[in-house]
């Protein structure tokens, strides 16, 4: 065992664990799986609505939570003046990196103060736990905390870059420097990697690596072919999502498809407004809201489907169809960003522009009727996930990553 497996790496994101973001409690998982010692770290605590099945509540029982610490005065000031008096240098460059970064206007400002006292909270935390490197998720206010944090310590980090909000606004969040001063950056795609190269200085690309988010094939292993009309959706009840686009598609569907029926799984702050479209287009005995839902019980969904729908309009490269793929389900989404990298128009399932009702229907009706052709699409998006979004080989590249040991 080298000195690297011997001490801890942390993890840093806004909230966690989230019934939204499984993905980084499975990659965590998984690199404990493989030896490393990860310590799990949280701007803010989770709400209870995220805490869906055991493997959330014990990673929450067990994640440091910077805020709640920081609402102690004790604790806040100990890591404000304990870092100023550890090494002044240091603490008085984090402080110029904090106010050189902060977006225009005094309220961004207040902001990036109240990120440079987490830093400080973060970083005694951190260096009690003797961690020697932090990995964040997310590169918005999480990742300027842990950039601070770096500078205030010492301690190297390193993020994931996901999108595409961040691409819509990377000088706001200062993009360039968190990859300028980060050990290597995780891109979840090729696109996204190209995002990345866009907004930093060339001279930082060598840096940027693909790391695909993943899941295990094996907890999808869903049994029967599709056969029946059962659509299902996961994901935040958000307009991003384009839900609505999708409950317009089922409009013309009923009259050939009678039985056809939507199970929507996720909650949030568009499901009065959905529900309410549904009620209004005669849909309620075909589309089921059922709220958020366990890993365990995704799968269990997903076995019961028969085609999985995500009309988004911005993605990354969503997790929620490596999911639907490993379970044998053909796909229908939209052609963004790096979701064609997953899914192959034609093959595994099909691609539609973004925000087209009719495109989406007539895709659905496609596969709906064609059981053998939706059969052929289940197996070739099962190989693709095999191939290129299994997480235990993903986190056995990023573990390297972070061991310093692939270039």
């Given at each position: 065992m080298?000195?690297?497996?011997?001490?801890?790496?942390?993890?840093?994101?806004?909230?966690y664990?989230?019934?939204?973001?499984?993905f980084?409690?499975?990659?965590?998982?998984?690199?404990?799986?493989?030896?490393q010692?990860?310590?799990?770290?949280?701007?803010?605590?989770?709400?209870?609505?995220?805490?869906v099945g055991?493997?959330?509540?014990?990673?929450?029982?067990?994640?440091?939570?910077?805020?709640?610490?920081?609402?102690?005065?004790?604790?806040l000031?100990?890591?404000?003046f304990?870092?100023?008096?550890?090494?002044?240098?240091r603490?008085?460059?984090?402080?110029?990196l904090?106010?050189?970064?902060?977006?225009?206007?005094?309220?961004?400002?207040?902001f990036?103060?109240?990120?440079?006292?987490?830093?400080?909270?973060?970083?005694a935390?951190?260096?009690?736990?003797?961690v020697?490197?932090?990995?964040?998720?997310?590169?918005?206010?999480?990742?300027?905390?842990?950039?601070?944090m770096?500078?205030?310590?010492?301690?190297?980090?390193?993020?994931?870059?996901?999108?595409?909000?961040?691409?819509?606004a990377?000088?706001?969040?200062r993009?360039d420097?968190?990859?300028k001063?980060?050990?290597?950056?995780?891109?979840?795609?090729?696109?996204c990697r190209?995002q990345?190269?866009?907004?930093?200085?060339?001279?930082?690309?060598?840096?940027?690596?693909i790391?695909?988010?993943?899941?295990?094939?094996?907890?999808?292993?869903?049994g029967?072919?599709?056969?029946?009309?059962?659509l299902l959706?996961?994901?935040?009840l958000?307009?991003?999502?384009?839900?609505?686009?999708?409950?317009?598609?089922?409009?013309?569907?009923?009259?050939?498809?009678?039985?056809?029926?939507l199970?929507?799984?996720?909650?949030g702050?568009g499901?009065?407004?959905?529900?309410h479209?549904?009620?209004?287009a005669?849909?309620s005995?075909?589309?089921?809201?059922?709220g958020y839902?366990?890993?365990?019980?995704?799968?269990?969904a997903?076995?019961?489907?028969?085609?999985?729908?995500?009309?988004?309009?911005?993605?990354g490269?969503?997790?929620?169809?490596?999911e639907?793929?490993?379970?044998?389900?053909?796909?229908?989404?939209?052609?963004?960003a790096?979701?064609?990298?997953?899914?192959?128009?034609?093959?595994?399932?099909l691609?539609v522009?973004?925000?087209?009702?009719?495109?989406?229907?007539?895709?659905?009706g496609?596969?709906?009727?064609?059981?053998?052709?939706?059969?052929?699409?289940g197996?070739?998006?099962?190989a693709?996930?095999e191939k290129?979004?299994?997480?235990?080989?993903?986190?056995?590249?990023l573990?390297?990553?972070?061991?310093?040991?692939?270039?």
């Open positions: 080298n000195d690297t497996e011997k001490t801890p790496i942390a993890y840093l994101t806004g909230e664990p989230r019934a939204t973001d499984t980084i409690q499975r990659e965590v998982a998984a690199l404990r799986a493989q030896g010692q990860v310590e799990t770290c949280s701007v803010r605590r989770t709400g209870v609505e995220h805490l055991d493997e959330q509540k014990a990673e929450a029982k067990a994640t440091f939570y910077i805020l709640a610490a920081a609402k102690s005065p004790v604790t000031l100990s890591a404000i304990g870092a100023l008096f550890r090494n002044p240098a603490f008085f460059k984090a402080l110029v904090a106010l050189k970064t902060a977006p225009p206007g005094f309220r961004n400002l207040i990036q103060l109240f990120y440079f006292a987490e830093a400080a909270v973060l970083a935390h951190l260096r009690k736990k003797g020697r490197h932090l990995h964040n998720h997310i590169a918005k206010s999480s990742c300027t905390v842990a950039m601070l770096s500078e205030l310590s010492g301690i190297p980090y390193s993020f994931t870059l996901h999108g595409p909000d961040i691409f819509f990377p000088d706001h969040w993009l420097e968190k990859i001063r980060a050990t290597f950056v995780a891109c979840i795609s090729h696109f190209s990345a190269m866009a907004f930093s200085d060339p001279k930082h690309w060598a840096k940027l690596h790391i695909h988010c993943g899941v295990e094939p094996s907890r999808y292993d869903a029967e072919d599709p056969v029946e009309t059962n959706f996961v994901g935040r958000a307009p991003v999502k384009g839900l609505p686009i999708l409950l317009r598609a089922l409009e013309p569907l009923k009259a050939e498809f009678p039985k056809i029926h199970t929507v799984i996720g909650d702050p499901r009065k407004a959905l529900e479209q549904t009620e209004a005669g849909l005995e075909n589309v089921s809201f059922v839902k366990s890993q365990s019980e995704v799968a269990e997903l076995a019961a489907s028969d085609l999985f729908v995500l009309p988004s309009f911005a993605e490269v969503p997790v929620v169809l490596m639907a793929m490993a379970a044998r389900r053909p796909v229908v989404t939209t052609h963004i790096g979701i064609p990298e997953l899914v192959t128009d034609g093959a595994s399932g691609l522009p973004p925000g087209n009702p009719h495109a989406l229907s007539a895709a659905i496609k596969i709906l009727a064609n059981p053998a052709r939706a059969t052929a699409m197996i070739a998006g099962r693709m996930v290129g979004f299994d997480i235990k080989k993903e986190a056995a590249r573990g390297q990553l972070l061991d310093g040991d692939l270039t």
